[in-house]
């Protein structure tokens, strides 16, 4: 799952990118609202996390401008602008939730998780499966024959992103991109480590290997022996 916060204050923004991404969500972090629009248009996420008070364009207008583009995806507004009135202009003008400052990352992460409820799979599939692999990513389980395999963080991130990409082949910079929210190579084995791993829990004791490395091209999840 991919959240985007728009948030001009450096310290809460690496606060709540930090609790996301240790609870398995990838995070980009935009600090300017005209900069947060252009993002927010131009790429796909799962949630956006948008503050009321922002340089070069305000919160309010960005997620107004947003609907007005056409993009659908749920606007959680995080605001230190607390009244009624407030509350209800959010809303009003396209948010479908709104949290007031000072917050607890808990409940924060509890109203990013009702979102992607209230979303439903129209529009995200929240059940995937691959052969016999299967993940409930609004309940965070995951099961091969019916076993349950326990993962951590991260490692339910990346499984997530192959799920999504099944059959396909994904690049080591894709999986930095998307899982890490690393948009260079730093030359790290931080991929292969956590493949392996991975692979180790998904694929051992089972007669078929699910998670493939693909030579000089990457990695592929699939339950077919397809080249």
């Not at 894709?174 to 829990?201: A, G």
């Amino acid at each position: 799952m991919r959240v985007l916060i728009i948030e001009d204050d450096a310290e809460t923004a690496r606060y709540i990118a930090k609790g996301l991404r240790e609870s398995g969500y990838a995070v980009d972090i935009v600090t300017d609202g005209k900069e947060g629009l252009l993002q927010a248009v131009g790429e796909d996420y799962d949630v956006a996390v948008v503050d009321r008070m922002l340089p070069g364009l305000d919160g309010l207008s960005v997620v107004e401008m947003l609907r007005r583009a056409g993009k659908h995806t749920p606007i959680l507004f995080l605001s230190a602008l607390g009244g009624v009135e407030d509350r209800v202009a959010g809303l009003r003008g396209g948010g479908d939730d709104y949290l007031v400052k000072p917050f607890a990352f808990s409940e924060l992460l509890a109203r990013i998780e009702a979102l992607l409820r209230r979303r439903g799979g129209a529009a995200v599939e929240t059940l995937l499966r691959e052969g016999d692999l299967e993940m409930d990513v609004l309940a965070r389980t995951v099961r091969r024959g019916g076993q349950p395999i326990t993962l951590q963080p991260r490692e339910f991130a990346l499984l997530e992103y192959l799920l999504r990409h099944a059959g396909q082949v994904v690049t080591r910079t894709m999986l930095l991109e998307q899982v890490w929210s690393y948009h260079f190579d730093p030359q790290t084995n931080v991929i292969d480590v956590h493949i392996s791993r991975l692979r180790q829990k998904i694929d051992r004791g089972f007669d078929r290997p699910l998670l493939q490395t693909v030579r000089g091209a990457g990695y592929s999840l699939r339950a077919t022996d397809q080249p």
